[in-house]
């Protein structure tokens, strides 16, 4: 789990903060630089298309290797394979059109190596032992990051490319070193076993690789599994052109109803949102046309979408369902918020670009990494609820040493501590919340059930993060402080209830574990 972690996170910010520094070093306008972020929605909408990776076995590579196996190895050969694409192309020699569409392809492989990775971490081990790989994937995550950020950006320095003298062989060999260091997820892709529970084919997912099926079933299967990729190639199809057809009016719309708010901010995030409703409804429209019209088996939907969610209902209930839903999607609200203008402060208060590199980057990441290894260890010690606890509780205490540091001022000891507070903290409530989000999950409808509570995880929070500029505007920085600690008082009284209305079985073993997990 931790080179597969490296590997998950080695993509995330070759497609952010790296992408956009090279794209500003080619003289790329501000406006369009911005546009590239969307090339990583692959991570919120990817419970889209997690039914395709647990239901369509890949021609030769599931045989071979297995259904999670293959599915890995395909994805983090696309990865590489994007990055190679992004580093061939030269934006300032107007080949930014092929550079956005690696960006897209490199964001896409990327969420389905997350899912493929979530699924193979749930089924290869019982629920006991998911705070432990959970903290160790962490590890690896932010090592990727690390050196998808850091280490690229360093790489092109390296190289000779400057923000006065941009040279474009530079950041294309700071690319190909890190689609090189793909190999490094390739490689233990290929040296792990398959999961027991897929190897054994059954599940509600897809099941095996179908080799076993009588010829007549398993026509019937790939008619199905054909469908299904119809279904989902023509609906992101119909999202794609809503989207592109909606440009010319959104842009009207935010001057009008800038006019009306007052708020030219607020105004773009509410067109924006409009119009991603309407393109996300014409990608619904057409699913539910396709299937009215036979295109597609009404079956196929059920078994495919409708089921897992179903599933995730029936085993807690609809009120006790609703309460883990809401505890998913706001458990992390603190500390994001937070984190969305962080940097900013530090910049603020007086502390310098380096300065904040080496404190909040480099020895934050360490600190990080110590607080999930200690929190996988606790976890596992104590049980995941009672340190899904405490994690909720420091990520809110450690928001008010930031008032502190703001008292303080370019106090480098200060910010030493105050970094090394916040990321054990988050480290710790990580590498719980992923091993309680792995219990959360049906064995049957892994890679779709944990597709979907990831995606809800970070959806409130990043929306709300988005306003953290004009909160510290109205408010200043203390008082925001304040209002992000207690942001995660409701997540303490949410975190309480569900420890009481959960029934897991923490001590169980395998078998045990994986027929709980089942009922």
């Known amino acids: ?14 497609i952010f903060s790296s992408l956009s520094l090279w794209l500003r070093e080619a003289g790329v306008e501000r406006a369009v630089v911005t546009l590239f972020s969307w090339a990583a929605l692959g991570y919120s909408f990817k419970f889209v298309w997690a039914p395709l990776v647990d239901a369509l076995p890949l021609p030769l590579l599931s045989a071979r290797l297995g259904r999670r196996r293959g599915w890995l190895l395909l994805a983090q050969l696309a990865v590489a394979g994007a990055m190679v694409g992004m580093a061939l192309q030269d934006p300032l020699t107007g080949q930014t059109a092929w550079l956005a569409l690696f960006a897209v392809m490199l964001g896409f492989a990327a969420a389905t190596q997350d899912i493929v990775i979530d699924a193979y971490r749930i089924e290869s081990a019982a629920f006991r032992l998911q705070a432990l ?40 060999n700071a690319y190909l070193w890190m689609a090189l260091c793909m190999l490094i997820g390739v490689a233990t ?52 052109l809503a989207y592109a057809f909606t440009s010319a009016t959104a842009e009207h719309g935010k001057l009008a109803v800038s006019h009306l708010l007052g708020n030219r901010a607020l105004a773009a995030v509410a067109v924006e949102l409009a119009r991603l409703a309407v393109a996300l409804g014409c990608g619904a429209v057409v699913a539910v046309g396709m299937i009215r019209l036979g295109w597609v088996a009404a079956a196929v939907m059920q078994r495919n979408y409708v089921q897992p969610v179903q599933d995730f209902f029936h085993r ?30 530090y910049q603020d208060i007086g502390f310098t670009k380096i300065e904040i590199a080496a404190v909040s980057k480099t020895y934050g990441l360490l600190m990080a990494l110590i607080g999930g290894f200690f929190g996988g260890a606790l976890a596992f010690r104590y049980g995941v609820m009672r340190i899904l ?8 205490l450690t928001n008010l040493l930031f008032l502190t540091l703001s008292a303080a001022g370019n106090s480098v000891p200060m910010l030493y501590l105050v970094i090394s507070a916040d990321n054990l903290a988050a480290g710790l409530a990580s590498a719980a919340f992923v091993a309680f989000l792995s219990a959360l999950t049906n064995i049957r409808f892994t890679a779709v059930q944990f597709a979907i509570f990831t995606s809800l995880m970070t959806l409130l929070p990043k929306s709300l993060g988005g306003y953290s500029g004009a909160m510290v505007d109205g408010l200043g920085y203390p008082h925001f402080f304040v209002l992000t600690a207690c942001l995660g008082l409701p997540v303490l009284a949410l975190v309480w209830v569900a420890r009481r209305c959960l029934p897991l079985n923490e001590d169980a073993d395998d078998g045990e574990a994986e027929a709980a997990n089942a009922r």
């Open 1 to 14: 789990m931790l080179f597969l972690g490296f590997s998950a996170g080695l993509p995330l910010l070759l």
């Open 133 to 172: 790989l959970s903290s160790a994937y962490i590890c690896g995550y932010r090592i990727g990051m690390l050196v998808g950020g850091a280490g690229a950006l360093l790489l092109a320095s390296y190289y000779g490319s400057t923000a006065e003298h941009y040279e474009y062989v530079a950041w294309r």
């Open 189 to 240: 892709t290929l040296l792990i076993r398959e999961p027991a529970a897929r190897s054994g084919g059954g599940g509600g997912g897809g099941g095996g690789n179908g080799a076993n099926l009588p010829p007549g079933a398993q026509l019937g299967a790939n008619r199905q599994n054909l469908q299904l990729v119809l279904l989902f190639a023509l609906s992101v199809a119909a999202f794609i």
């Open 316 to 345: 807690y209930g609809r009120r006790t369902a609703w309460l883990l839903l809401l505890l998913i999607g706001v458990y992390r609200i603190s500390d994001i918020v937070l984190g969305v203008i962080a940097n900013v402060f």
């Open 389 to 396: 606890l405490l994690g909720a509780l420091l990520a809110a």
